[in-house]
């Protein structure tokens, strides 16, 4: 609009600049502007141009949007991209170890992704949640899916169609994954059971084709998978069908970023690189290392918004302790201003004392920075980032809330320094820890038994608030309760605790199975079993009866006959009738017919 001003224009930009940093920081300096624009308008009618946020000093250090250090990494990654919009499959693999920048350098990706009008959706396992069956692979889909619903009736019924073409008869095992799909494909039928063998492969086929819908000519889909250190198994099985059949993929770019100190030899990832590259399927593998002294030096020079002739020296001090960890770097600097060791001027300019700086102790780990910035909390705050850090990388604040007995208002009151000081963010009502050095510098202040004990407090608190009669095995939360239960099992001391725990681990087992994720499943069968030392047949017959024919069809669908055939036999004598035994009988033959044993089957 020619009537506005064009440095109205120009601090409206500066409003909404990409990078938070480069916005106006203070609303003393959004004003002193305005005001000057307002003075020159009242007398003259018109502005003339001037140098915008000369009042706006902020005294706080701004994690930096600029990416330093990684120009070569992120264009390799932008080219592989390029290959799968050209319709071939692609698949890249970033390495480094923890505050590294490996999540930075994909979130780096995202705009020029978008840009060629493909999808970018993403999913991050965590330590705490790895027995969860294709959890990160859930989060992928959910939000996609989620992405779907916003857009017009047109592209929803071209979904629609697409996914009812993929799924065919077989979209409720997706539906159950993922509900909110429902919505976009309507209800769907029943799908017929089916032995262990074949239903884990019928639902692995159903899972390749809906990941494989999801991309086209038209919209190619960037799938980014972080933390895949933590990865399940069921998750390791849809991976390596992508690598086994490429082809199959078209359009689709798989991202992974992992922690490779956390990773050996046996590791199943390992086994999978080593795969891949033995049948040499596409796969880009990019280690970062450490940031430079100059990449150091340039990034401390921007986020103190002055030159590098300035920093140099700051830099080199910084860099002896961070060894060019870039979320070192940034956390160092805060540490320092925290402690008066950086000073704004009343002109703006952050000022330093070089030969103080010399004799000064930076913490000699991220995770102690983090600790350092926890231990100035309040005791309350404190209190509950401990038990936000037991409940994961990731929680609801209505869940947090729950098991502190406090209402979320005041969930969020004592939580504000946290969030003020970048400790935790919030998503709607999802609150994340900014870092996972951030969740594991919370959880350090607890010891092993304090650990236990607020993991089972977890257990309980979402125990006690399952509504009455519901189905154990349909709850959204399963899995996270039998996680909670597992990591605070040395708090279960009497047999009433502990056959609860047990009947939440065979649920939890029932719902992987469903899932086909028969390894989580079994996992599941086996907590149960141990928290039964020396059961009783008699009391817990139909229990133990059940989890037990369960426990060997998931040992079976695994291949691991022996000790099938040795839970059956222990079934078999401990069956009171012979409609039990005709159903460890049936376990049995179903089980070696999956696995092609057919003599033995007759047998």
């Known amino acids: 609009n020619p009537k506005v001003p064009k440095i109205i224009s120009k601090i409206v930009r500066q409003l909404l600049h990409k990078a938070p940093e480069k916005r106006y920081q203070t609303a003393i300096g959004l004003v002193a502007d305005l005001t000057i624009a307002k003075q020159q308008w009242q007398v003259n009618q018109e502005i003339t141009p001037f140098p915008l946020k000369q009042k706006d000093f902020s005294n706080r250090i701004i994690l930096p949007s600029l990416l330093v250090g990684r120009d070569i990494d992120k264009k390799q990654l932008l080219n592989e991209h390029a290959r799968s919009c050209a319709g071939e499959f692609r698949a890249a693999f970033i390495s480094g170890l923890s505050g590294i920048g490996k999540t930075r350098l994909i979130q780096e990706l ?24 294709y959890s990160t692979l859930i989060q992928a889909w959910t939000h996609l899916i989620k992405t779907f619903l916003t857009e017009d009736k047109q592209q929803l019924d071209y ?6 073409q993929a799924l065919g008869d077989n979209a409720q095992l997706i539906i159950d994954l993922v509900p909110e799909l429902e919505l976009i494909i309507g209800s769907q039928p029943v799908v017929k059971d089916l032995p262990p063998v ?4 019928r ?7 809906f990941l494989a819908c999801l991309a086209s000519k038209k919209h190619p ?16 099985d849809l991976l390596e069908r992508l690598f086994t059949s490429p082809e199959e993929y078209p359009y689709t770019y798989l991202i992974g970023a992992y922690r490779h100190n956390e990773v050996d030899s046996s590791h199943r990832l390992s086994c999978l690189i080593n795969k891949v590259k033995t049948n040499r399927s596409p796969l880009l593998e990019i280690r970062l290392e450490a940031l430079t002294v100059r990449d150091v030096n340039q990034m401390t020079a921007y986020i103190l918004n002055t030159y590098p002739t300035r920093t140099q020296a700051l830099a080199e001090l910084i860099y002896q302790t961070s060894a060019g960890n870039p979320l070192f770097v940034n956390e160092s600097l805060r540490w320092l201003h925290n402690y008066q060791h950086l000073h704004l001027s009343d002109q703006g300019l952050w000022t330093w004392d070089e030969a103080q700086l010399r004799h000064t102790a930076i913490p000699s780990t991220a995770l102690d920075l983090f600790k350092d910035k ?3 909390l309040q005791p309350e705050s404190r209190e509950l980032l401990a038990i936000a850090a037991c409940l994961g990388a990731t929680f609801s604040a209505d869940d947090l809330a729950l098991i502190a007995g ?5 969930l969020y009151k004592t939580l504000f320094d946290a969030f003020n000081h970048n400790i935790l963010l919030k998503d709607k009502e999802r609150v994340y820890f900014f870092h996972d050095q951030v969740q594991a510098a919370a959880e350090s202040f607890l010891d092993i038994h304090e650990k236990q004990k607020i993991h089972a407090k977890i257990a309980k608190a979402l125990i006690k608030a399952i509504p009455e009669h519901s189905d154990l095995s349909k709850l959204s939360n399963i899995f996270i309760i039998v996680e909670h239960l597992f990591s605070g099992s040395g708090e279960l001391h009497s047999d009433k605790d502990k056959h609860l725990a047990a009947e939440f681990n065979y649920f939890a087992g029932i719902a992987a199975m469903k899932a086909l994720a028969m390894d989580n499943a079994n996992f599941f069968f086996q907590q149960s079993k141990l928290l039964f030392p020396c059961p009783d047949w008699a009391q817990h017959y139909e229990f133990l009866f059940s989890l037990h024919k369960y426990l060997a069809r998931t040992e079976m669908a695994l291949g691991n006959q022996q000790a099938a055939e040795k839970i059956l036999n222990t079934l078999v004598k401990e069956a009171k009738t012979e409609l039990d035994k005709v159903d460890c009988l049936y376990e049995q033959t179903t089980g070696l017919s999956s696995m092609g044993n057919f003599v033995e089957a007759i047998r």
């Open 110 to 133: 995202q705009l020029p992704i978008i840009a060629h009008a493909a999808y970018f959706t993403s999913g991050k396992f965590d330590q705490f949640t790895k027995h969860i069956p």
């Open 159 to 164: 979904w629609k169609h697409r996914i009812h």
């Open 198 to 201: 074949e239903s884990r492969n």
């Open 203 to 209: 639902f692995n086929n159903v899972a390749g084709n």
């Open 221 to 236: 889909l960037a799938l980014f998978i972080d933390d895949l250190q933590w990865c399940d198994g069921a998750s390791f």
């Open 374 to 376: 926890i231990q100035k």
């Open 406 to 410: 406090i209402s979320k208002d005041n």
